[in-house]
């Protein structure tokens, strides 16, 4: 039997584990990534991994945890897929365990696990504060055994372009740019994956890593596939301010007992450790009394913006609350937590052992994403999507944790999957449709050929700065109708002004401006997604909040956003579809109630 | 302006491997905070230099700008460092930033470090599972052995210790420290120990762990502070063992 040729598009959790289950399967895989798989986004991810193993003898069980995830996500999920996802979990922290992540562990010897948000269980597996780069290792370690094997190449340095398309609307491989000798080549195969993360370069700066541009999402919806729930974006309560990005303080934090505080009065100049707890506010805990400190990201974000905007009680009247761990001893927080207190160290120069950290909600994450069926296939034939790039696992809003197991989990589906059809491929006898490749390089070509001669005078760094700018203000915490279509148009003006874009670099080596430039085109087209999407839905759902329309309606909106590109008219148009509510009927979301 | 001061930084330019370098100043509006990556894309926005002559925005890699990803090794202040976590304030200046000596440039800071990958593979830096599908628990391990493991396996590859490393050159092929810390990561895992002979084979002869001449620069240059001596140490008793069982096992 030949052997299935699929390409992934991404080297984070989501990439890494198709590729394994497909080297596995015996397939072989063509991985392109930007960056050295290594050095994928997932290292970021802090806190850790849930799974419902229930090891603390609370009766934790696979139902609950799905029940929390979708409650969680404002039951804008399809359910069965998180249900199936919930159920995998054990047995994917087992898995990882397998591979050699060192996961903290309890006295006995076994996994240890702690309380993230959203939940009332200790569910989160945890290697310190840096899980997602421990299981991103782990699975670079594992791909690279099969890449020394024969089964996986790597494509490296290697940017996504397009997916090569055939007549009949079937996927027949991708068009990628190599950002080294900028040549633009098309590579086949009998299946894509694309695993290629989130979109929060859209917003200027946020906790993303500077590839998670969306380029690639955008770039397939412009050509047919649908983006879904693009209006869901996650503003993550707490971050440290940064000049040149947002820098995660993980729910960890609050996980191992963080409290989230201002003082009570206005403008108190006091060093934090000397006012009396008396003078303190712990709104979350006074607004959440059974939560505290950890009610689900979308509930703690607002609170802060409230405490900020509306009681003027921000630091010294900046945008920021302490989060304080100071009551915390210092081994547990060197054993549990040292990574991330020293990305706070490192880069604000406090040791937020000794004194509270000061942060604000910053953009995290994305929800909406690629639509995809049970299957992880999109609606182009051929093409599949795993991990934050899609739509499927979150609804209205993830909770903390489960995104390292929707990645991995996605892609443990989505590879065999693609190799059962690449099998199906091989014996219908396709044959590659040559001209449709030589067709898209030269498409891709001629975009590289107008953009290099282009002679206007506006810079793309520029333009991404105002795109950040009005995204961030007006398409995140709190959202407005009004100001929503101020984004719309002033996204069609930076798409105009695009048009005159002049390149400061023309060179045709490692040109890294050049590449920029190519996505903020498509940052600019999947922008007026996420805005209209989030003008139409007049409700408040989990992340997306328009005090002109404060309450859930369930009625009219309890669908999933699907976009689509209209070409002649150059912008989004938009279909709506049931969700998959047949295990748990919905049911009002209240973290304020007392029990 | 409220604060008008100004940072100068030198940056040392090569438009490809082949071409010549050269130096490139440029002055910059300073703000708190400041670190050497955000300075890189205010060159971006604005790419003009001290001297007022247009240029191209300056080619580096970075990813996470957190510390975590490994990408934006480079030196500053002729140290090997990580771009994201150099805070301007803490650094003199004028600052100058240079790529890499000791690998093949690709352009302006950005260097080709895939050695280092090469490097894992030929140490069979992984756990060898049998498969991924489910195969129960994975081996009880106490918290001394999480806590031995969990500082070695934070190893972000940003070939740092390389860099300074006096014997890593084309003369010696030295591994470097970072690949031995990983062959003594899994030479320590309940299941990863079943391919510690071959790991210790390929350390073994030229370019193996002999090659280490105990400058001790790694350990001090290594951002995320593995305790790369003693793994080199460590690993260098395991290889002597091997190496005297082989002898008499020949």
Avoid at chain 1, 104 to 131: H, I, K, Q, S, V
Avoid at chain 1, 232 to 242: L, R, S
Avoid at chain 1, 282 to 297: D, M, S, T
Avoid at chain 2, 13 to 42: C, H, I
Wanted: hydrophobic letters at 35%; aromatic letters at 10%; charged letters at 25%.
């Amino acid at each position: 039997m030949s052997h299935p040729k699929i390409i992934v598009v991404g080297g984070g959790l989501a990439g890494l584990s198709a590729t394994i289950k497909i080297a596995e399967m015996g397939g072989h895989v063509d991985l392109f990534s930007i960056v050295p798989v290594k050095r994928s986004h997932s290292v970021c991810a802090q806190g850790g991994i849930n799974a419902a193993k229930n090891l603390k003898g609370e009766g934790d069980s696979t139902w609950q945890h799905f029940d929390d995830s979708i409650y969680g996500g404002d039951f804008l999920a399809n359910q069965p897929p998180v249900k199936a996802m919930c159920e995998a979990a054990p047995s994917i922290i087992d898995l990882l365990d397998r591979m050699g992540v060192p996961f903290n562990r309890t006295p006995e010897g076994l996994l240890d696990f702690r309380r993230f948000g959203g939940t009332l269980y200790n569910r989160t597996a945890f290697a310190g504060a840096t899980t997602g780069q421990q299981l991103l290792y782990a699975l670079d370690e594992q791909v690279r055994r099969y890449e020394a094997e024969g089964k996986v190449t790597k494509y490296e340095a290697w940017e996504f372009l397009s997916a090569v398309i055939d007549d009949q609307r079937v996927c027949q491989g991708i068009c990628a740019i190599d950002l080294r000798s900028m040549a633009v080549k098309t590579f086949p195969a009998e299946a894509v994956i694309i695993a290629t993360g989130g979109v929060g370069a859209i917003f200027g700066k946020s906790t993303n890593s500077v590839v998670c541009t969306g380029s690639a999402q955008s770039a397939l919806y412009q050509q047919g596939a649908y983006y879904a729930n693009g209006e869901f974006i996650q503003v993550h309560p707490t971050c440290i301010p940064g000049e040149d990005k947002l820098r995660l303080m993980s729910e960890s934090a609050r996980g191992e007992g963080g409290r989230v505080w201002v003082p009570k009065q206005a403008g108190d100049k006091r060093d934090p450790k000397s006012i009396p707890e008396g003078e303190r506010w712990y709104f979350l805990e006074e607004w959440y009394p059974k939560y505290g400190n950890l009610v689900p990201r979308d509930i703690a974000t607002r609170a802060i913006h409230k405490v900020v905007y509306e009681y003027h009680l921000g630091l010294d009247g900046q945008p920021m609350v302490y989060l304080d761990l100071t009551h915390i001893d210092r081994a547990t927080l060197d054993r549990k937590l040292e990574g991330i207190l020293e990305i706070y160290e490192k880069f604000v120069g406090d040791d937020p052992r000794d004194t509270p950290m000061k942060i604000f909600p910053g953009v995290h994450y994305t929800m909406g994403g690629l639509w995809v069926d049970f299957e992880q296939r999109t609606n182009i034939e051929g093409l599949y999507a795993a991990g934050e790039c899609e739509y499927q696992y979150h609804g209205a809003n993830r909770l903390g944790a489960n995104s390292l197991l929707s990645c991995i989990y996605a892609g443990f589906v989505s590879g065999p999957n693609a190799v059962n059809y690449a099998r199906n491929v091989i014996k219908s006898g396709r044959t590659p449709a040559h001209h449709v490749h030589d067709s898209e390089r030269k498409r891709q070509e001629e975009i590289n050929a107008h953009l290099l001669k282009n002679d206007g005078a506006e810079n793309p760094f520029l333009l991404w700065r105002e795109l950040g700018e009005t995204m961030t203000k007006n398409c995140t915490v709190i959202r407005y109708n009004k100001n929503i279509r101020e984004t719309d148009a002033k996204l069609v003006e930076l798409l105009e002004r695009y048009r005159h874009v002049n390149l400061s670099d023309r060179s045709m080596w490692a040109n890294t401006s050049f590449v920029f430039t190519r996505q903020l085109y498509n940052m600019l087209q999947l922008a007026r997604v996420i805005a209209q999407g989030a003008a139409m839905r007049d409700e408040s759902r989990g992340a997306h909040y328009k005090p002109d329309f404060p309450e859930r309606d369930d009625a009219n909106w309890l669908k999933t956003t699907k976009a689509y590109f209209a070409a002649d008219a150059d912008e989004p148009r938009f279909e709506f579809e049931q969700v998959d509510t047949s295990l748990i009927k919905p049911r009002p979301r209240r973290y304020d109630a007392a029990t | 302006m409220a604060n008008s001061k100004t940072v100068i930084f030198k940056i040392k330019r090569q438009q490809t491997p082949e071409s010549k370098p050269y130096w490139e100043e440029f002055e910059l509006q300073y703000r708190p905070g400041m670190n050497v990556t955000s300075a890189l894309m205010d060159i971006a926005a604005n790419p003009v230099t001290r001297q007022g002559k247009p240029t191209t925005p300056v080619t580096y890699d970075s990813n996470c700008l957190e510390e975590i990803c490994g990408s934006c090794a480079m030196l500053i202040n002729g140290q090997a460092k990580m771009a994201c976590s150099a805070l301007v304030a803490n650094l003199k200046q004028p600052i100058t930033l240079e790529p890499f000596s000791k690998f093949p440039i690709v352009r302006d800071l950005a260097v080709d470090r895939s050695v280092l990958f090469e490097n894992l593979k030929g140490v069979k830096a992984w756990v060898p599972v049998d498969g991924t599908y489910d195969l129960g628990t994975g081996p009880r391990q106490s918290s001394e052995m999480q806590e031995e493991a969990y500082p070695l396996s934070n190893c972000i590859s940003c070939c740092c210790c390389m860099e300074a490393c006096p014997q890593f050159n084309d003369k010696t092929g030295f591994v470097g420290a970072a690949t031995i810390a990983q062959v003594r990561l899994f030479n320590s895992h309940p299941t990863g120990k079943a391919l510690k002979t071959e790991r210790l084979k390929a350390l073994m002869g030229d370019g193996g762990i002999q090659e280490c001449g105990y400058a001790q620069n790694c350990v001090e240059i290594c951002p995320k502070e593995l305790p790369l001596t003693k793994s080199i140490a460590d690993v260098g008793g395991q290889v002597m063992w091997q190496a005297v069982k082989d002898f008499f096992r020949t």
